[in-house]
């Protein structure tokens, strides 16, 4: 059973940082593409960023050059780096686990990220 723990949500002023971090435990970590996704309020979960297990990333456009997604294979854990936040990436921060053999995914139950202007 794979499970996924978010954690580093909080609050912070527009302009400030964050470092989400989410530990995969209950399967082999190097299958998996790991996601970021968020959820604004009264919003659909909308895509942030992935990365794969060599280190290839991928963005959102609305978080290019703002966020960084990275992952410490050794320690099964994806990061994501979040500077120059905005009130509109307020919401809940999902991890998501893809296994990359059978496409099976898997979430995590979300951490809280709040912007204030």
């Known amino acids: 059973q794979v499970q996924l723990v978010e954690s580093g949500g909080g609050l912070v002023q527009a302009g400030g940082s964050l470092r989400l971090s989410c530990v995969l435990s209950?399967?082999?970590?190097?299958?998996?593409?790991m996601h970021w996704y968020r959820q604004a309020p009264g919003k659909q979960r909308d895509y942030v960023a992935r990365?794969?297990?060599?280190?290839?990333?991928d963005y959102a456009d609305s978080v290019k050059g703002r966020f960084t997604i990275s992952r410490d294979n050794a320690k099964s854990t994806v990061f994501l780096q979040m500077n120059s936040l905005e009130p509109e990436d307020t919401g809940v921060y999902f991890c998501?686990?893809?296994?990359?053999?059978?496409?099976?995914?898997?979430w995590g139950q979300g951490t809280h990220v709040t912007v204030s202007s």
């Open positions: 998501n686990a893809q296994n990359r053999y059978n496409g099976n995914n898997y």
């Open positions: 209950g399967n082999l970590y190097s299958i998996y593409i």
């Open positions: 990365v794969n297990f060599v280190g290839a990333t």
